[in-house]
């Protein structure tokens, strides 16, 4: 069988079933013939693009799972709208209460640092006792500084530290914005 022979039977046994002789002198020679061969597994790949794909069999869906999941997706949705209006009186409350912590704390520490600086010009020795006594905090706070310092030198110093830390400040702060959010319905 020549290879056009062979061609133009594939041609032909897309549209019409062939005899069992030549289909097997077809075999024979797509063994023997690798242009034929490629040429016949190009035209299965367009006959399965070209064939429609099986239609897909649904079960019947009962009445009770659709309304199973119709009070399903209600009840998500109370939950969604109580779990916002909570967040919502949250950030009610967070924003009457916020400026007045933020400006009590503002005026405690005004406070503490102006008495100190009273007690320095008018009584000294008061002062300078007051110092003696809370040495041992000075010294741990001193110490704590150094620290500090040290290892903000190092962060510095090496620049992939000091990206892996503002990754980590990202990371967290991502979180936090992600946590603060209002929750939205699906």
Same mark, same amino acid.
């Given at each position: 069988?020549?290879? @056009?022979?062979?061609? $133009?039977q *594939?041609?032909?046994?897309?549209?019409?079933?062939?005899?069992?002789?030549? %289909?097997?002198h077809?075999?024979?020679?797509?063994?023997?013939?690798?242009?034929?061969?490629?040429?016949?597994?190009?035209?299965?790949?367009?006959?399965? *693009?070209?064939?429609? &794909?099986?239609?897909?069999?649904?079960?019947?869906?009962?009445t009770?799972?659709?309304?199973?999941?119709?009070?399903?997706? %209600?009840?998500?949705?109370?939950? /969604?709208?109580? #779990?916002?209006?909570? $967040?919502?009186?949250? *950030?009610?409350?967070?924003?009457?209460?916020? &400026?007045? #912590?933020?400006?009590?704390?503002?005026l405690?520490?005004?406070?503490?640092?102006?008495?100190?600086?009273? /007690?320095?010009?008018?009584?000294?020795?008061?002062?300078?006792? /007051?110092?003696?006594?809370?040495?041992d905090? #000075?010294?741990?706070?001193?110490?704590?500084?150094?620290?500090? $310092?040290?290892?903000l030198?190092?962060?510095?110093?090496?620049?992939? /530290? *000091?990206?892996?830390?503002?990754?980590?400040?990202?990371?967290?702060?991502?979180?936090?914005? @992600?946590?603060?959010? #209002? &929750? @939205?319905?699906?």
């Amino acid at each position: 069988m020549r290879c @056009r022979d062979a061609k $133009q039977q *594939l041609t032909a046994q897309r549209e019409t079933e062939p005899e069992q002789s030549d %289909k097997l002198h077809l075999q024979e020679h797509l063994k023997r013939c690798p242009g034929c061969h490629s040429f016949e597994r190009r035209q299965s790949y367009l006959n399965t *693009l070209l064939e429609p &794909p099986p239609s897909r069999s649904y079960s019947g869906i009962s009445t009770e799972r659709i309304m199973q999941a119709v009070e399903r997706q %209600k009840r998500i949705s109370q939950q /969604l709208e109580h #779990i916002q209006n909570r $967040q919502q009186a949250r *950030l009610a409350r967070m924003g009457k209460a916020g &400026p007045k #912590i933020a400006g009590l704390a503002f005026l405690i520490t005004g406070a503490f640092a102006l008495g100190l600086f009273v /007690l320095f010009l008018f009584q000294p020795e008061v002062f300078i006792s /007051l110092l003696s006594t809370l040495s041992d905090f #000075i010294d741990a706070l001193y110490m704590l500084t150094g620290y500090l $310092q040290a290892g903000l030198t190092l962060i510095t110093s090496q620049t992939w /530290l *000091l990206s892996g830390v503002a990754l980590v400040v990202v990371v967290m702060m991502g979180m936090w914005l @992600r946590l603060m959010r #209002i &929750p @939205r319905e699906a």
